[in-house]
């Protein structure tokens, strides 16, 4: 996406929800060696121009939950690229996350393009 240079509209990072399954080794490492992961990726967050707002560890189907900031798709796909190569992750889901008012105007666009479901 382009913006004008005189542009007075404030860019604001993409939002992104992230859920992560550890393979059982991995957990086995932790159990061995509690760490911090987050702080880990600071520095892959810093390089793609981005950062975690927050994150929890979580139990159930994933073991960490989080919020990522990042410019754009490339680069939330370019995080879940690096981190599942490094082995460590079963599963990784990264799903975009619009705001409530982004949702609105998106209702409201989709009201105005006139599709119709089959008959």
Known sequence: MLFPIESKEKFTMA????QVTYTPAAMAA???NPQNRIDAL???FKKLGGKMTQAWFAFGEYDIVGIMDLPDNVS???FSFAVTAGGA???IKTTPLMSVEEGLAA???AAEV?????Q
Not at 15 to 18: A, D, H, I, M, R
Not at 114 to 118: N, S
């Open 15 to 18: 939002n992104y929800l992230l």
């Open 76 to 78: 939330a796909a370019a």
């Open 114 to 118: 006139g599709y119709k479901p089959p």
């Open 107 to 109: 209702m409201k666009k």
């Open 89 to 91: 992750i079963k599963a």
């Open 30 to 32: 932790f159990v061995a």
């Open 42 to 44: 600071k520095p892959v």
